[in-house]
C-alpha cells in the first residue's frame, strides 16, 4: 500500500472546521470514476461520460399517428357529416409493415399507427371520422395536409445531439439511447460503497440481545442511504473494537470499493476509538471536530495505492445519517463527476422553539409541511425514533442558541420516496399539473431561458412525491433552476412550452 502525507489528502488536522470548509475539503479529493463502456440498458443510474447523437432522424420515417385511412387532403376536402366522401380502400399498412406503397388518387389506404404514410398520401382521417369501412369507406371530416402525420425528423434530425455528457441515465434517458440506435454508452458507473461499522456492543439484527450490546443500525442504514444516492452499497458484519483488527478488516474491502464508509470509534479522545486509532497510522487520513451537531467528530482522507476515499463516520446513528447526508452524498455524485445530489434547501417557519449549543449549526430533525417546520422531540444523536419520523433538517446557524417560533428557517429537505407525480409551477408554486389546469386557465409559468430569443419556457417538475407544499416549494425552486440552465435547441425554442423533468 502507498502511504501518502497528511498534507496529501488536503485536509489539515485541525481543531475545528465550518460544514462548508470540510464539504470542499473532501470534494477536492474527489477523483471522477475512469468512464466505463456499458450497454445501455444496465446504464441506469451510471452518468453519461459522453454525448448521445441521433443515429438516424426521428422518427426515421414519415408515418401515422393514428389508426385509419391515408389519403390526399385534396380528396376529402368536402368532406362533412352532410356530405361524407366515399373513397375505394386499396389495401392495408400494418406498424412494422415495410412493403413500398402508393396511394393512388381518389383512393384510401388504410394505415395503422406508427406505420409507414404510403407514397401520394399527405394525410391521415383518423378512423374516429369514418364509418372504418373495409372495401370502401366513408369519410365525414375533411383532413388537413399534414393530419395525423408524424413526420421523419419531427423528434429529432440524424445527428442531433440527444443526451448531453454528464446526465445521469434514468428510465427516460435509456429510451433516449436505444431511439439514438446506441447498444452502448460510455459512463461513470455507480459507485461501490462498502460500509463496516465497529463496536463490540454491535449485535446482528434479528438475533437475541443481552443487556450492554445494541443492535446494529448503522451499516444497514448508511448502505441503505448509499444505495439511494445511486451507488451500489454493501455492508460487511461488525467490526469489534480491537485495533489490530480494524486496518486489515478495511484493507480486506479496498478492491472492490470506490467509497469505504465506517461508523463508530472516532469519538473525541475515547480510548476505545479504534478506527482512529488504526486510521492515524497511516497518515492520510485526517480527523477534525467541525462544528456542527449532530456529528461533530469526522474523519476523511484516502487509503490503499488506488487512494480509495474513507469516510469515518461517528457511532450515533442521527450523527451517522446527518453526516452521510452532508458529506458522503455530495461525494458519491463527485465520484460520477456531477453534483446532482445536492439535496434541496427551502425557508420554512418554526412552529416550535428551538435550542442550539453555541458555535455550532444545528441540523434538527423536523417535519416540513408546506410553509411550516415541527421540531421533532427527541434530538438526541441517539434517538433514532425521532429520526424515523422525520423529513427534513431544521438548520440553525452557528451565531444562533435559540430561534423562537414563528422565526423563518433554512431546511434541508430529506431525500423521500415519494412516487411520481406530474408538477407545473404557476403563480409563484408549484402545484399538480391537472390542479393548475381546473384553477386556471393559464398553466403556464414563463421563464426566460439564456439563448431563447423571446421564446418562453414552461419548466413542469416531476419530482419524487406525494403533493405536501413543501414538496411543491422544492418542485419550484427545481423548476427554477433547471429553466436556468436548460440550453435551448430548436425543438425548445419552439413557441409551445415544454415541459421538463427533475430527475435526481
Ligand atoms: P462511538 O462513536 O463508537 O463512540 O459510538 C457512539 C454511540 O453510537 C454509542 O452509543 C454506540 O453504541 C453507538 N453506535 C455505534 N455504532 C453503532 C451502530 N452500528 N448502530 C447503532 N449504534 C451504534
Ligand atoms: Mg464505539
Redesign the pocket.
Known amino acids: 500500500m502507498t502511504s501518502v502525507s497528511p498534507r496529501d489528502t488536503g485536509i489539515a488536522d485541525g481543531p475545528s472546521s465550518t460544514v462548508e470548509a470540510y464539504q470542499s475539503a473532501i470534494l477536492s479529493e474527489i477523483r471522477p470514476l475512469a468512464p466505463v463502456s456499458r450497454d445501455f440498458a444496465d446504464a441506469e443510474g451510471c452518468v453519461l461520460a459522453e454525448d448521445v447523437t441521433a443515429a438516424v432522424s426521428l422518427p426515421s420515417f414519415d408515418n401515422s399517428s393514428m389508426d385509419g385511412y391515408a389519403v390526399t387532403a385534396e380528396d376529402v376536402a368536402g368532406a362533412a357529416n352532410s356530405s361524407p366522401v366515399r373513397l375505394r380502400v386499396t389495401g392495408e399498412i400494418a406498424a412494422g409493415d415495410i412493403g413500398a406503397y402508393r396511394l393512388v388518387p381518389g383512393t384510401a389506404i388504410k394505415i395503422m399507427t406508427g406505420a409507414q404514410l404510403p407514397a401520394g398520401a399527405d394525410a391521415v382521417v383518423p378512423v374516429e371520422w369514418t364509418d372504418d369501412g373495409i372495401a370502401t369507406v366513408e369519410i365525414y371530416r375533411a383532413a388537413e395536409v399534414g393530419n395525423a402525420v408524424r413526420y421523419a425528423g419531427g423528434d429529432a434530425v440524424a445527428g442531433e445531439t440527444l443526451l448531453t455528457a454528464g446526465v445521469r441515465m434514468r428510465p427516460m434517458q435509456i429510451a433516449v439511447a436505444a431511439s439514438a440506435g446506441r447498444k452502448t454508452v460510455s459512463v461513470r458507473p455507480r459507485p461501490r460503497v462498502v460500509v463496516l461499522?465497529?463496536?463490540d456492543?454491535?449485535t446482528e439484527p434479528g438475533t437475541p440481545l443481552v443487556p450492554g450490546r445494541?443492535?446494529?443500525?448503522?451499516?444497514y442504514m448508511i448502505a441503505a442511504c448509499a444505495r439511494e444516492a445511486g451507488a451500489v452499497a454493501t455492508r460487511r458484519a461488525?467490526v469489534p473494537?480491537d485495533p489490530a483488527g480494524v486496518l486489515p478488516a478495511l484493507q480486506e474491502q479496498l478492491s472492490h470499493a470506490d467509497i469505504l464508509i465506517t461508523?463508530?470509534?472516532?469519538?473525541m479522545g475515547?480510548e476505545?476509538?479504534v478506527v482512529k486509532a488504526a486510521l492515524r497510522e497511516l497518515g492520510t487520513v485526517t480527523f477534525r471536530k467541525v462544528a456542527m451537531q449532530p456529528g461533530m467528530?469526522q474523519g476523511f482522507g484516502v487509503i490503499g495505492k488506488d487512494r480509495v476515499p474513507i469516510f469515518t463516520l461517528?457511532?450515533?446513528?442521527v450523527?451517522?445519517y446527518v453526516s452521510f447526508q452532508l458529506f458522503v452524498r455530495p461525494a458519491i455524485a463527485a465520484l460520477q463527476g456531477t453534483s446532482d445530489l445536492s439535496l434541496p434547501t427551502v425557508q420554512a417557519s418554526l412552529t416550535a422553539p428551538v435550542h442550539s449549543p453555541p458555535s455550532r449549526r444545528s441540523y434538527l430533525r423536523g417535519v416540513l409541511d408546506g410553509s411550516k417546520v415541527t421540531p421533532l422531540s427527541g434530538q438526541g444523536s441517539?434517538q433514532?425514533a425521532a429520526l424515523g419520523r422525520a423529513n427534513a433538517l431544521i438548520i440553525v446557524p452557528e451565531w444562533e442558541t435559540q430561534l423562537p417560533e414563528g422565526d423563518t428557517v433554512d431546511v434541508l429537505i430529506l431525500p423521500l420516496p415519494f412516487t411520481l407525480l406530474p408538477l407545473i409551477t404557476f403563480g409563484g408554486s408549484a402545484v399538480p399539473l391537472a390542479t393548475a389546469r381546473r384553477q386556471t386557465g393559464t398553466t403556464r409559468r414563463s421563464f426566460p431561458v439564456s439563448g431563447c430569443r423571446g421564446s418562453e419556457f414552461t419548466a413542469a417538475t416531476r419530482t419524487s412525491g406525494a403533493a405536501s407544499p413543501a414538496l411543491l416549494s422544492a418542485a419550484d425552486k427545481l423548476s427554477r433552476r433547471l429553466a436556468r440552465s436548460v440550453s435551448c435547441s430548436s425543438s425548445t425554442s419552439a413557441a409551445t412550452p415544454r415541459g421538463v423533468c427533475v430527475t435526481r
Open positions: 461499522s465497529t463496536g456492543e454491535l445494541i443492535w446494529d443500525s448503522n451499516s461488525a473494537d461508523t463508530g470509534g472516532v469519538s475515547g476505545h476509538d467528530p461517528p457511532g450515533n446513528p450523527s451517522a441517539h433514532i
